[in-house]
């Protein structure tokens, strides 16, 4: 052949280009076929891997180590990521703030990094700009005068050992630029601290030794810095057989909480008469040694909080208080004196200096960071990563005071307020997308190391503090990555070993530094004048006056995850409200103020007025309205924008408990979004959710009562495979709801939003149903992880006309998507009410960059199809898959949900393996399937709601 | 008569003494009946133009919201979990039941040797087979994914799979399916011999050449005649147990779950008396203006209208049995959840407002047809009819979607509110419904001629021998 004919054979194959347009317009043309027909098929390219990177198998995801911080402290999580793409948020359990634990918003916040509404661009002056245009501007407005005069840095609260590094060197730099921290909800407990114990402590709770625990107004089974570890190790005392005898719980609040519903003796108490209830146990437990003002103590009534001073004295060193962020400083301090009264220091409570960064410093104070606006002293603002103009009190006028400032740079997530008020702005990367450090509760570091390069181009506020050292704009600033590689090299203590330290630290995801030490307890006073001064100060609102109270949200906390739809539908913990917030009231208060659930009502506070709706929560304190914080956002976020009302507008002076609050009815009424309408179990307690008591168990031990044992109709084949199964331990279930979202993170759940879930379509797999029974005014509540329960004898299998849905060999109750054509007969059929329709294509029409948080090893469903709980059968083929293939150490299976329960609340496994943990539990003397007469033989078994009753208050 | 032979008891009473109307009244030779009754086919009314326009309009609501539905998915309805049957369910087996009317008429009566049934059959086998269509449509639309609609039928599938056996949506499809081609099958076999009087009578050629088609070639022979008679009655024998079977196959949909309120063993018996009760009360809403309308009261006399009365009352006093049975054996059984469904949540739950309408319609309103002038009076039956429609629709809908909504578990109680889409799928079927039997009566010869001259001439043999 000659030279310079090509070959047209050799030729084509290529010629990429050629061979690609080809099969694009082959592609397009099928896709033109198939429109015709009933299925689409999508015409996409599909681009292989040219060069494949060596780590990397496709199909096979892979886990690091991270950290997620919220508030300043960190929770260690390993993150699942599938080809590059983060898709799943586990806790890691070498944290101590995790021990392979975490809360809902780790869980959820995956979702956020693939929002469609995060910022795209950076802007300067309203129009779009390029990141180093940004940057120059940036530097040239803060370095405009000498020394970072009239500079202002706004940041959220830290515990970055890299962050106080970098701050260090700005202020070398900088000396007159001023730092601030916004939004810490730590400060009252920082300035308890200081009032007593003369320096900023933090009080650590060791649980695991407590007999007896009372919280004041404190969530801590579900929210707080820890609450993944102190769940744990409440758990650890919390059933009838733990080691050490099951703990006692009494709780104090004033809404109902997460903690509440665990509590043995839950007293309703408006948040401020948390003060009184403390001032008593101090004058009982102290038996006239601290002063207590009687007309404080007195305040407090009823014969709870005296059996409770009697019960803590007679279990001294083995009781431990927890008081709630929004109490006042005065309640922090008198929870430290009642450390000293009751010997807990040393045992079940340490102290510790505080790993945030400037901890109770005035720098924290957002009325701080608005007279330094005011005076006029500012021409340069920079608000790194936290929202000041959305959260933050409205008195303090912060979105006038930013808009007055000649040039304001804001690096955030979202076009929010804050985004509109300053004059440029920045893209923020997610935790996923960033190189940082954090310290847990105890001062443990970790690493906070990407995934994924940012998707949006997207910088950190270490970035932007980099940019402001580099010596010129043409120098490059040290990234993120080298200034925390820099800090943990200056802590190694030099290049010695410096890189196996980095990579065992990047892998276990603390580093080998030791946490804050406390404070040995010989070192420790207690400032007895202090506290007398500061509880002389307390005046309560007279009795029956209406308070205010403004508690972070729990499932937006304070904003910063509205626009998380996982979240916001994560419905609350007693009465299931989705999508909103409102003003709850006790139905006492509501019938006194003649109002009745969902009634539109304004509610005023010191001369500034919201429109909410009022929504009736039993248990809630009487004389005490609640408005949660994060909601009536008004940025540029398109799911959280004009949801619910937005508290900051009501906060005054910063402080989240407050009185002389009016609130009124409009006339109007709204439908408020909730999940169960009905919380009354209507005497089924025994066939569904059980409860007892530590004593009646004991009791039942010695009696040895006879059980009803059902005659077998059916005899069931022996297996000769593995018979999955599930416990659920109704004692341990805080109804954090972390579960909830793990399950619609694995398994590509969708959202339904307000209409839907009003409507009764809400599409979890697992709920966590609550009743509501006892006394109307004091009720229990009662909490009930409900998903399928993989009946033997299932109801939902016979009535299915296509064989949809249908039963594995090991015990799985399968659901077929492929086959199913949608008759919803096996929903009806089903007792429990798990099954979920797919009544429209809720995946239709989601941005690209949504699809990405989808696991691939579970099918996306489609219209028409019923779906529900699998046991995550993804988990257990993978594990089946390692253990077939001779794979060493497989790790024994647990399903979402089971591996994200801080409790350990949930445990799944084999039932054939007599000696597992799960058959145990099966055999256990409080297990019962839940209507279990009707012959479904469930293979989830409930341990009934085990309490452990003061007999004094009983 | 033979003297051996006992007198009819009527008779025995003397002329003028029998307490019943006619059951045909001065109907004229046989060539007058065929003229007359043609005539009204042949010769439309004027209003029958607009009717059916407005009908079909209505017909076009129910297209228009059967695409949304198909377009967007069953979102689109009010249905929610725990209620994943609402409006759709509640419609098909209202249209069922209505249907059991018609093939009682044809099939049972004819079995039955009743005479009174040939002036109403076709009338009645027509509504049968409309209001099975409306009702067929429901279980296609009601699927999630209705393109699949096929797999619930036993074919030999690529797949190899066949429909679940045990689940009575599979059963229902086995005799939804038969009940229609045996309904369909009846009513073309009756309207043979008067579709080829409408070939010879027609004035248009067109005409004449469709009725042909339609007529098989009939020429009235005695072998003909012989034939149809032989293969008219095995139909007939075939189709009586069919009212019984479809009903009670559609009552196992809800018999065979677990659903407190739904599982229950009378729901076979009591669905069938339901069925014909709902059936009776459709053809006299039917009947009586369209009796009225064409002047067909010699044809349709007094005589049908107070026999259909004692049918609606004798059915309506089943279910209201079935109602005490059912609500007594749910107090006896002791089951906590089926008490709480039958003797809480219905009468005094959120829907309890629609248990006092039933009670009302079904048991208290056929009361009035204990008297023999209610029953005579066509304005006073036809109110009743209504009233029973109404309340036999809420019946379903009402048994249906309190059981859902008060399940097992209280977390999942939730209620059901029809959206835009329910109501319009609901009126549409109606006027579709409507919109066929007008064009029933414009094509088709809606008395059943031939018969209605035989009967005349075997009363007037009776009459002779009498």
Redesign the interface.
């Known amino acids: 052949m000659r030279a310079d004919r090509p070959d047209p054979m050799q030729h084509a194959p290529s010629d990429p280009i050629a061979r690609r347009a080809f099969l694009q317009r082959m592609g397009a043309a099928i896709a033109l076929y198939g429109a015709t027909g009933?299925t689409r098929a999508p015409a996409e390219q599909i681009v292989p891997y040219v060069t494949q990177p060596p780590d990397v198998v496709p199909g096979r995801p892979r886990m690091y180590a991270t950290a997620f911080v919220l508030d300043g402290y960190a929770t260690g999580v390993l993150v699942e990521s599938h080809e590059g793409r983060p898709t799943k948020i586990e806790g890691n359990p070498e944290h101590p703030a995790s021990l392979g634990a975490t809360s809902a918003f780790e869980q959820a916040s995956v979702l956020s990094l693939y929002d469609p509404d995060r910022m795209r661009a950076p802007r300067l002056n309203g129009t779009t700009a390029s990141f180093a245009q940004v940057f120059a501007a940036v530097r040239r407005a803060a370095l405009a005068r000498r020394e970072g005069e009239g500079l202002a840095i706004v940041l959220a609260p830290s515990s970055s050992p890299t962050l106080a590094r970098v701050l260090r060197l700005v202020r070398e730099r900088l000396p007159s630029a001023r730092v601030f921290f916004h939004g810490s909800r730590a400060r009252a407990a920082h300035e308890g601290a200081r009032m007593v114990r003369g320096r900023v402590l933090e009080r650590r709770h060791d649980l695991r030794r407590a007999d007896v625990v009372v919280s004041l107004d404190d969530d801590f089974l579900a929210r707080g810095p820890a609450c993944a570890r102190l769940a744990h190790d409440f758990a650890s005392r919390r059933t009838p057989n733990s080691e050490g005898g099951m703990n006692r719980l009494y709780v104090f609040e004033p809404t109902f909480s997460a903690t509440g519903t665990m509590a043995d003796h839950r007293v309703r108490v408006r948040a401020h008469d948390i003060a009184a209830v403390a001032a008593r146990l101090v004058r009982e437990i102290s038996k006239g040694r601290l002063a207590v003002p009687d007309v404080l103590a007195d305040a407090a009534k009823g014969v709870v909080v005296d059996a409770l001073a009697r019960d803590l004295v007679a279990h001294r060193g083995r009781c431990a208080i927890l008081v709630g962020a929004s109490q006042p400083p005065v309640v922090h301090a008198m929870a430290h004196a009642l450390d000293e009264l009751l010997g807990n220091v040393g045992s079940t409570v340490t102290l510790a200096p505080s790993p945030l960064l400037e901890a109770g410093e005035p720098s924290h104070d957002a009325r701080a960071l608005a007279a330094h606006l005011r005076s006029g002293a500012v021409h340069t603002l920079l608000v790194l990563g936290t929202n000041v103009v959305y959260a933050s009190p409205a008195d303090l006028e912060l979105e006038k005071l930013v808009r007055a400032v000649e040039t304001s740079f804001y690096l955030g997530a979202f076009a929010d307020e804050t985004a509109d008020a300053c004059t440029m702005t920045m893209p923020e990367a997610h935790f996923l997308e960033s190189w940082g450090d954090a310290r847990a509760f105890d001062g443990t570091v970790s690493i906070v190391q990407p995934l994924v390069a940012p998707l949006h181009g997207a910088r950190t506020s270490l970035d932007v503090l980099s940019a402001l050292l580099s010596p010129s704009p043409q120098e490059p600033a040290p990234s993120s990555h080298a200034l925390v590689r820099e800090t943990m090299r200056v802590g190694h203590g030099g290049d010695a070993g410096f890189e196996a330290a980095w990579r065992r630290a990047l892998r276990r995801g603390v580093t080998d530094d030791a946490p804050i030490a406390p404070v040995p307890p010989g070192e420790l006073a207690l400032d007895r004048h202090a506290l007398a001064a500061a509880l002389g100060a307390v005046r309560l609102p007279p009795p029956g006056a209406l308070e205010i109270v403004f508690p972070t949200d729990e499932r937006v906390h304070d904003g910063r995850f509205a626009n998380n739809a996982w979240l916001l539908e994560l419905p609350t913990v007693v009465t299931k409200l989705t999508w909103s917030n409102a003003a709850t009231l006790s139905s006492a208060t509501a019938a006194r103020l003649g109002l009745s659930d969902g009634d539109e009502v304004d509610v005023t506070y010191e001369g500034r007025t919201a429109r909410t709706v009022a929504h009736v929560v039993p248990g809630h304190a009487d004389d005490s309205v609640a408005i949660t914080l994060g909601w009536g956002r008004r940025g540029g976020e398109t799911n959280a924008r004009g949801r619910g009302v937005n508290a900051y507008a009501l906060l005054g002076s910063g402080e989240a408990i407050g009185a002389g609050v009016t609130v009124r009815r409009t006339g109007a009424a709204r439908a408020l979004a909730v999940s169960?309408?009905?919380?009354?179990?209507?005497?089924?307690e025994h066939?569904?959710a059980r409860k007892t008591t530590l004593a009646a168990l004991e009791t039942r031990r010695t009696e040895r009562e006879k059980r009803p044992v059902a005659l077998p109709l059916y005899q069931l084949a022996p297996a000769d495979t593995r018979q999955w199964g599930m416990a659920i331990d109704l004692s341990l279930c805080t109804g954090c709801s972390a579960c909830v979202v793990a399950c619609q993170a694995e398994n590509n759940v969708p959202t339904v939003g307000p209409d839907g879930v009003a409507?009764?379509?809400i599409m979890h797999w697992l709920?966590v149903?609550?009743?509501v029974g006892g006394d109307r005014h004091a009720p229990d509540v009662t909490l009930?992880p409900?998903l399928c329960q993989h009946c033997e004898k299932a109801?939902c299998e016979?009535?299915?006309?296509?064989?949809a849905t249908v039963h594995s060999s090991d015990g799985l109750n399968q659901m077929v998507y492929n086959?199913?054509?949608?008759?919803?007969?096996c929903?009806?059929?089903c007792?429990?009410?798990v099954?979920?329709?797919?009544?429209?294509?809720y995946h239709q029409g989601e941005p690209d960059v949504v699809a990405l948080v989808r696991n691939p090893d579970v099918t996306v469903r489609?219209?028409?199809?019923?779906e529900k709980c699998t046991f995550c059968v993804q988990r257990i083929r993978e594990h089946e898959i390692a253990v077939h293939r001779g794979d060493a150490d497989v790790p024994p299976v647990r399903t979402a949900c089971q591996a994200t329960c801080p409790t350990g609340a949930i445990v799944f496994g084999d039932l054939a393996d007599k000696g597992s943990t799960v058959a145990r539990l099966h055999a256990d003397e409080r297990a019962y399937g839940a209507?279990e007469e009707?012959g479904t033989k469930p293979r989830v078994a409930y341990l009934a709601r085990t309490k452990n009753p003061n007999p004094e208050i009983a | 008569m033979s003297a051996g032979a006992l007198p009819r008891p009527t008779r025995a009473y003397g002329p003028g003494l029998d307490p019943e109307p006619p059951v045909l009244r001065d109907i004229g030779s046989d060539e007058a009946i065929t003229d007359e009754l043609l005539g009204k086919v042949l010769h439309p009314p004027k209003w029958l133009k607009w009717a059916l326009l407005v009908t079909a309009g209505g017909t076009g609501l129910l297209l228009l919201a059967v695409a949304y539905t198909l377009v967007?998915?069953?979102?689109v309805w009010?249905?929610?979990?725990?209620?994943?049957?609402a409006f759709a369910i509640t419609n098909f087996v209202w249209w069922i039941g209505i249907g059991h009317a018609g093939t009682f008429i044809s099939a049972f009566l004819l079995l039955l040797e009743q005479k009174w049934r040939t002036s109403i059959n076709r009338f009645a086998e027509a509504m049968t087979l409309f209001a099975v269509v409306q009702a067929g449509l429901f279980p296609l639309l009601?699927?999630?994914?209705?393109?699949?609609?096929y797999?619930?039928v036993p074919y030999p599938s690529t797949m190899g799979?066949?429909?679940?056996f045990?689940?009575?949506?599979?059963w229902d499809?086995v005799a939804v399916a038969t009940y229609l081609l045996v309904s369909i099958l009846f009513w073309y076999l009756g309207l043979v011999p008067d579709l080829a009087a409408m070939r010879d009578r027609a004035p248009e050629r067109w005409r004449r050449r469709v009725y042909a088609v339609f007529a098989l070639g009939w020429y009235g022979s005695a072998r003909n005649w012989s034939r149809w008679r032989i293969g008219y009655g095995l139909l007939g024998g075939l189709a009586a147990p069919l009212v019984v079977s479809v009903h009670s196959i559609v009552s196992s949909?809800f018999a065979?779950?677990?659903?407190p309120g739904w599982h229950s063993t009378i729901f076979p018996p009591y669905f069938v008396a339901g069925a014909i009760f709902s059936g009776f009360a459709m053809v006299v809403t039917l009947l009586v203006p369209a009796r009225h309308v064409y002047g067909l009261q010699h044809v349709v006399t007094e005589r049908h209208l107070d026999n259909i009365g004692k049918m609606l009352l004798a059915t309506g006093w089943m279910v209201l049995w079935s109602y005490v049975v059912e609500i007594w054996s749910a107090w006896y059984s002791g089951d906590?959840?089926e008490q709480?469904v039958y003797l809480v949540a219905r009468p005094f739950g959120p829907y309890g407002f629609l248990f006092w309408t039933v009670l009302a319609c079904n048991c208290l309103a056929p009361q009035a047809l204990w008297w023999r002038r209610v029953r005579r009076s066509p304005l006073v039956l036809w109110f009743i009819a209504g009233a029973i429609q109404v309340g036999m629709w809420t019946e379903r809908f009402f048994l249906i979607v309190t059981s859902?909504s008060r399940?097992?578990?209280?977390?999942?109680?939730?209620?059901y509110r029809p959206s835009i889409v329910d109501v319009s799928l609901l009126l549409g079927t109606l006027a579709f419904f409507c919109f066929l039997f007008l064009l029933f009566l414009r094509f088709v010869p809606f008395v059943a001629i031939s018969e209605l001259k035989a009967l005349r001439h075997e009363l007037a043999e009776e009459k002779r021998h009498g």
């Open positions: 009933c169960q309408p009905n919380h009354d179990l209507h005497d089924r066939h569904i409507k009764g379509r709920r149903d609550a009743y009930q409900m109801p016979y009535v299915c006309p296509v064989d086959r199913c054509v949608g008759t919803r007969f929903s009806n059929n007792p429990y009410k099954r979920r329709f797919n009544w429209f294509d489609q219209r028409g199809v019923m209507l009707l | 967007t998915g069953i979102g009010g249905n929610d979990i725990p209620i994943a049957w009601h699927m999630g994914r209705p393109w699949f609609f797999w619930l799979v066949w429909p679940q045990r689940s009575a949506l599979t499809v949909d065979i779950a677990l659903v906590t959840f709480y859902q399940g097992f578990l209280p977390s999942s109680w939730n209620l």
